[in-house]
């Protein structure tokens, strides 16, 4: 089956300590996004990456990190420096070209703070 | 980049028409107009997308004002699978690295 899977589903940190989330898609697709969602709000965009080996800050990147060696793979890091981490965070692909752009997302992970 | 104003909250009887509007008055000539959902816990699903004509396929219609300042996205027998948070997004066809994905309308099918 083609799609988007991120894992863990749930995933707990510690103080002061870094952790990763894993986002795979096997669709092909060139371009990958990171969202995060907090409680009764919309997704607010952290990076994303149009090509292997390059990635743009969203609107929310301070305390994250991602990398992009692989088409399929878009992992991000929640770093230390990341206050308020406690949120479900959600991937995306698209094919990132022409007027039908859509992203496909997957299940989402969510992230809480011991 | 447009963005867009919708209810925060709607009610359908299952079996009915769910009609979803959305203001995005500021919209330029060429942003399109997108529609997903999310179901609780769930990663968002794209339902449909437009720039000027209405448009229908399997899941819902999307109706486009002349002027381009409104949308109206239509469930044409509501279940209540289609209860679901529902975001209205215009954002440019090329380069679509910019979804702003509000608040959007909670709808929810009652029996």
Redesign the interface.
């Known amino acids: 089956d083609g799609g988007i899977t991120q894992s863990p589903k749930y995933l707990f940190r510690k103080e002061g300590q870094n952790v990763t989330l894993s986002c795979e898609q096997n669709l092909n697709h060139d371009a990958m996004y990171w969202y995060r969602q907090d409680p009764g709000q919309g997704l607010r965009l952290i990076y994303y990456s149009q090509i292997v080996n390059d990635f743009q800050k969203g609107d929310i990147a301070e305390g994250y990190s991602v990398s992009r060696e692989k088409k399929e793979s878009f992992p991000l890091t929640v770093t230390s420096a990341q206050k308020n981490p406690t949120a479900f965070y959600l991937c995306a692909s698209s094919t990132e070209t022409g007027p039908k752009n859509i992203q496909y997302f997957g299940a989402g992970t969510r992230l809480s703070v011991l | 980049d447009a963005k867009t104003t919708q209810p925060t909250s709607m009610d359908c009887a299952e079996g009915r028409a769910a009609n979803l509007p959305c203001n995005h008055s500021t919209i330029s000539g060429n942003e399109?107009v997108?529609w997903?959902r999310q179901i609780h816990?769930?990663?968002?699903?794209?339902i449909i997308?437009g720039?000027k004509n209405n448009e229908t396929n399997e899941m819902a219609s999307l109706i486009i004002t002349e002027d381009r300042k409104s949308s109206t996205l239509i469930l044409p027998h509501a279940t209540l699978r289609d209860t679901a948070v529902y975001?209205c997004i215009v954002?440019r066809?090329?380069?679509?690295?910019?979804?702003?994905?509000?608040?959007?309308t909670r709808l929810t099918v009652k029996p």
């Open positions: 399109y997108y997903y816990s769930q990663g968002p699903q794209y997308h720039l975001y954002s066809g090329y380069n679509n690295n910019d979804m702003r994905f509000g608040a959007g």
